[in-house]
């Protein structure tokens, strides 16, 4: 699924790029890439040629197809990550489907092992990824407010302000914020 982007951005049209180019460089059709994504054909075409945007769920299938995370697919469209990285410069995704917001606190970098990620689901909404970025990928969540569902591999932990759960990544996976506020997080992910 995908929504239609009211403008694009330069970042927009950069992610659609950088799609396309992961997607060539394994010489993989759009008909083979949905297959491995689950993807429409179509969605994937119209996401490459920059009509819309995609939504986290499609952006987790995608990266999850080139065994890859989704911040890394995101910071392949950013400038190199400096050392000290200031709020100001920590960038930002919005789900154009939930509102769902992503930053990359500590960006991920070929020179670090992890990556630091600031995320607020809305109240109510959720978010499926039917295929993990990278099998046995370490999550380590820290739930600073709100309550989370997650639903790992099956299994369902409910999570209050405080709590945090750690988890290597084998399956599919589902966040869904329960309650009247969003749910703040950080994730660590290595």
Not at 17 to 42: F, H, I, K, N, Q
Not at 129 to 142: I, N
Not at 145 to 163: C, K
Request: charged content about 30%; proline content about 6%.
């Amino acid at each position: 699924m995908e929504t239609e982007a009211p403008s694009r951005d330069a970042a927009d049209l950069r992610l659609a790029e950088r799609l396309r180019e992961l997607r060539r460089a394994r010489r993989w059709s759009l008909d083979e890439l949905s297959a491995r994504s689950g993807v429409s054909r179509a969605s994937l075409s119209r996401i490459e040629n920059g009509e819309v945007s995609p939504t986290a769920s499609v952006l987790g299938r995608l990266a999850g197809a080139h065994g890859s995370t989704v911040s890394r697919l995101l910071a392949d469209i950013e400038a190199e990550a400096a050392a000290l990285v200031a709020r100001a410069d920590q960038p930002e995704w919005v789900d154009p489907a939930t509102g769902f917001r992503r930053r990359s606190v500590s960006p991920p970098s070929l020179d670090f092992d992890c990556e630091v990620l600031a995320c607020e689901l809305p109240a109510g909404a959720s978010i499926d990824y039917p295929l993990p970025p990278r099998l046995g990928l370490e999550h380590h969540l820290y739930l600073e407010e709100g309550a989370l569902e997650l639903t790992i591999e099956g299994t369902v932990r409910r999570l209050s302000g405080g709590d945090c759960l750690r988890y290597k990544l084998m399956g599919p996976s589902r966040f869904r914020a329960v309650g009247r506020r969003p749910a703040r997080y950080i994730l660590v992910l290595r």
